[in-house]
T-cell receptor, first 112, second 115 residues
């Protein structure tokens, strides 16, 4: 059982390019989340999904979109990357009515 | 606005000593708190959690204390080991049902264990 996998591990991207970060879980957790982590700013929520077929905006959603076609996958798309989106991105999951979120290993993204 | 914060950005302790990492929160509606450990290059790892109807909860070498009167949370690590060196985050869940139990994170404290 892998838990939560994220791909790619790291990526360098030219500004203006489109990029999709992938997140896959095998725990059948209902809720999934995308965070970005920046020095001095901690973890900030980008988008979330309480269950397959639904998504919602977090604290910093601008420039990002998500989809939740099934329980296991929650891709995050940057339609036109900008340097301010340089960050480490973490996917997280949560089971049912529980509060604990579990995190993936992260994707380090650099936009030049 | 409401926030979760930490008092000390860096804590340096001697191996074998006890460590105490503090966190202040301001959202009185929060009913769940959690501590994560993040090692360099890895994702946050769950350590221990506590609900607002408790004052103390113990795990293996870790204890979380909750003081609702002063809105303060602390993580105590007994007999700190080099493997405990990491950044520690506290987070709170203000039970916003519409938002799917989102967590609000503090900025993190770096724990450095000296051999």
């Amino acid at each position: 059982i892998a838990g939560i996998t994220q791909a790619p591990t790291s990526q360098i991207l030219a500004a203006g390019r489109r990029m999709t970060l992938r997140c896959t879980q095998d725990m059948r957790h209902n809720a999934m989340y995308w965070y970005r982590q920046d020095l001095g700013l901690g973890l900030r929520l980008i988008h979330y999904s309480n269950t397959a077929g639904t998504t919602g905006k977090g604290e910093v959603p601008d420039g990002y979109s998500v989809s939740r076609a099934n329980t296991d996958d929650f891709p995050l798309t940057l339609a036109s990357a900008v340097p301010s989106q340089t960050s480490v991105y973490f996917c997280a999951t949560r089971f049912g009515g529980a509060d604990t979120q579990y995190f993936g290993p992260g994707t380090r993204l650099t936009v030049l | 606005g409401e926030s979760v914060g930490l008092h000390l950005p860096t804590l340096s302790v001697q191996e074998g000593d006890n460590s105490i990492i503090n966190c202040a929160y301001s959202n009185s509606a929060s009913d769940y708190f959690i501590w994560y450990k993040q090692e360099s290059g890895k994702g946050p790892q769950f350590i221990i959690d506590i609900r607002s109807n408790m004052d103390k909860r113990q795990g293996q070498r870790v204890t979380v204390l909750l003081n609702k009167t002063v809105k303060h949370l602390s993580l105590q690590i007994a007999a700190t080991q080099p493997g405990d060196s990491a950044v520690y985050f506290c987070a709170e869940n203000a039970a916003k049902a519409w938002a799917g139990n989102m967590l609000t994170f503090g900025g993190g404290t770096r724990l450095m264990v000296k051999p």
